[in-house]
């Protein structure tokens, strides 16, 4: 008898089971999510077009065959993943190259729908754009020839510096100078390669960019006998993927990625694969993952519990 209603009490449960997973089906067949905006166009379309840089390792660059790849690059075919599963449809992924001049402009145009760089989150980049949560932490500054003696910015005193153009760097830099009273010639490029190039022509006697760039270029040219990074941080700054602003659905996806890679410690994984495993030149970083950082991607994968 006792074993007759427990076997009725399993089938009852079971049918319980079924009956609510069949309900929920029935439910999001009767009521499909309305989607709007970019989460929209990439359904109606089957396409989601992302912008990637081409020169600026560890973060989106080109390997040896030419195809984009990187730290950015691959939390972004994280959120493609994501979207997709979202959709529940297949997705295909068009890489658009950007430049730091117009990378906010692609984005907010609709020409890029997520933007896979090293981009600073800026308050005033936020009146335009919307960012993923932090990526990298990181801050500006000096690359010299092996030869100098320019150790801060105050040694540059009378000398002249190089940024990239569409960068923060281009922003503060000159505030910078500014502040310490600093009498600093201030050129530009195009991109992170014109910049060192015109550092290593002569032209400039310091580049001015975030430490990790600074790093990844000397990695990728081998050329860590003839430039070194120096002086502290000058500024800080925190790294995000970028999208169009007012898009709380992708927003939201973006975000539900995020927790997902912190929370079972996948971004820890892809960390270790760019900035300590070997880049697809055979160069390492080895630039380990701070405190700061480790503490952050904890907090990030507790959002969603």
Known sequence: MLKNGFLATLVCAMWLSVTADASALDIKQLFPTQYTGTLKKIKDSGIIRIGHRENSPPFAFLDLKG??????????????????????????????????????????????????????????????????PTIFVTGIKLLVRQPSKVRSLRDLQGKTVVFTRGTVHAEWMPKLAERQKLAITFVSGADHDESFGILASGKADAFANDDVQLYGMIAETRTNKQYRVVGDFLTYADYALMFRKDDPQFAEVVERTFTKLSGTRTISAIYHKWFIGPLPSGVRLNMPMSPHMEELFKVQGLQGD
């Open 67 to 132: 195809k984009p790849v990187g730290y950015s690059l691959d939390l972004c075919n994280a959120v493609v993943e994501e979207i997709a599963d979202e959709l529940n449809k297949e997705i295909r992924v068009e890489y658009l190259p950007v430049t730091p001049e117009n990378r906010l402009d692609l984005v907010t145009s609709g020409t890029v729908d997520l933007e896979c760089g090293s981009t600073t989150n800026t308050f005033e980049r936020r009146k335009r754009v919307a960012f993923s």
